[in-house]
Every structure is written in structure tokens, then in C-alpha cells.
């Protein structure tokens, strides 16, 4: 049994063919797949996947590009939602400095947000971090420090890609890293750069529709395609496949809560 912490199958790629995508996940022993929030209305939409689909999870939060329009009254309603116990975890919240510098306070203070949000709640969270990682970790320590129960401010480092220094800070905040199909891409380094990273602080992901594993790199990603990360992770750590699988959904059990 397979979990895929990381897949957005809520979005319109898979609105004509879902049934066969969870089956191919099915197929490929994948039990569970947590579905993370980029806004309010993928909120709603994966809390009706959650109720048609056994084995779905779903998170509430905003994601760090969608928070350039986001204003008060939408934290709102996505606190209100993470409250709902059908809500796992908090995310994908986090910081993004790729596409747009000209909001980087805005992000950072919906980041303390939903780090705020999480501990109140006591549920994880999942970060999205590009071209921001020292800030990201930065802020988070913060938040810990200033916590009643640093605890409780945990969960995943999505598409995680090292380099090393980077692992070290997020190891030492007691966070785990979400590994996905960049492990497989050819010259991508990210075997190398996560080579510290102990594999009972590793979940496995695929973050479909994107960032497709070799061989199918440059297509729709989706759940099945998480099997594919555990070998190349088995490979590269010269382990057996069934370690991998078993350590890593303990991983993920463990952190989401699941049963």
C-alpha cells in the first residue's frame, strides 16, 4: 500500500476520465491520496471527491500564488473549512518567489497564517516552497519559537529537492520532505541533494497533474505513477522496493493522521 501525500485531482484534467485514474491508482497499490486546497473552491470540490471516493483526504488552504487577490474574508472562510473534521491539513500554503516578487510580504503573512491556523488546529501542514526556502524556514522557525507548543507545528516540505543545507534546516524543525517525480528526472540532481535525508522522514507524492516521472515525464501525472517514485527511491538508496513502500506510508500514516 502506496499513499500519495500530493495530487490535484480536483483540476480539470481529470474531469473526464477520473474513475479510470483511481483505478489505475488502485492498481498500482496506491490507498490513499490527499488532495491539496490552491484555493476556496478546490476546497468544496475535493470535499466532494472525498465523499464519492473511499480513500481520499482532503486539505484547506491557499496557496502561496493565489494569495496576490486573496483578502481577509478568505482566510475566513478557509479557517472555517479547516475546522470541518474532514479536513486533514493545512495547505498548500507557502512561499513562491518565482513568478512574482512584487507580493512577497503578503505571502509571508498569509504563511504565518496558516502556520497559526495549524497549531491552533493541531493538524499538519504541507509547504510549497520555490526560490524561497531560507525565508520559508526562517518564518517557520519563528513561529515554533513563539508557539506555546512548537509540536504542533509539523507536516511535509512538498517537492522537496535539497540541497543539503536546506534538508538539514527542515530535519531540524521536525518536518518531513515529500518526494516526487523529480527523483526520477535525468540530471535533476535531486537523488544527490536529498542523499541525507533519513528515508523515515520521506512521503512519497506526485503532485499530478504535474511533474510527470520518467518515463512519462512531460505528460499528465497522476497517482499511479507514485509507484514509480518508490522505485527510483529504492534504487537510488539501494533498498528493497517493499522497505521503501512500508517505510514511507508509515511516514505518511503518521504525519496525516490516517488509520
Known amino acids: 500500500m502506496i499513499v500519495d501525500t500530493h ?4 483540476l480539470e484534467q481529470f474531469e473526464s476520465d477520473l474513475d479510470q485514474v483511481l483505478e489505475r491508482a488502485n492498481g498500482a ?11 476556496i473552491a478546490s476546497v468544496y470540490r475535493s470535499l466532494e471527491l472525498a465523499e464519492k471516493y473511499p480513500g481520499l483526504h482532503v486539505m484547506a488552504g491557499l496557496h502561496p500564488s493565489e494569495v496576490k487577490d486573496a483578502t481577509d474574508a478568505d482566510f475566513d472562510q478557509i479557517q472555517k473549512l479547516a475546522a470541518d473534521d474532514r479536513i486533514i491539513a493545512i495547505g498548500e500554503t507557502g512561499l513562491d518567489y518565482y513568478w512574482d516578487r512584487s507580493f512577497d510580504e503578503k505571502q509571508q503573512e498569509f504563511l504565518r497564517r ?10 499538519p ?8 526556502s531560507w525565508d520559508l ?10 508557539a506555546a507548543d512548537a509540536s504542533k507545528i509539523r507536516g511535509v516540505f512538498h517537492c522537496f529537492g535539497g540541497p543539503e543545507e536546506v534538508s538539514s534546516a527542515v530535519l531540524d524543525l521536525g518536518f518531513h ?32 497533474p504535474y511533474l510527470a516521472p520518467a518515463p512519462f515525464r512531460g505528460k499528465r501525472n497522476e497517482p499511479a505513477y507514485v509507484e514509480l517514485v518508490a522505485q527510483k527511491l529504492a534504487e537510488v538508496r539501494g533498498l528493497p522496493l517493499a522497505e521503501v513502500i512500508s517505510v514511507t506510508t508509515t511516514n505518511a500514516k503518521r504525519v496525516f493522521g490516517l488509520d
Do not use: C, Y
Open 177 to 208: 520532505v515529500g518526494i516526487g517525480g523529480t527523483l526520477t528526472f535525468k540530471n535533476g540532481g535531486v537523488p544527490a541533494s536529498t542523499a541525507t535525508v533519513p528515508l523515515d522522514r520521506i512521503v512519497l507524492e506526485t503532485d499530478s
Open 137 to 146: 524556514i526562517t518564518i517557520v522557525r519563528d513561529e515554533q519559537e513563539a
Open 114 to 123: 496558516h502556520i497559526r491556523l495549524a497549531a491552533e488546529l493541531d493538524k
Open 125 to 132: 501542514l504541507v509547504f510549497h516552497d520555490r526560490e524561497a
Open 29 to 39: 497499490g496506491v490507498s490513499d491520496i490527499i488532495l491539496p486546497a490552491i484555493d
Open 7 to 10: 495530487a490535484h485531482i480536483f
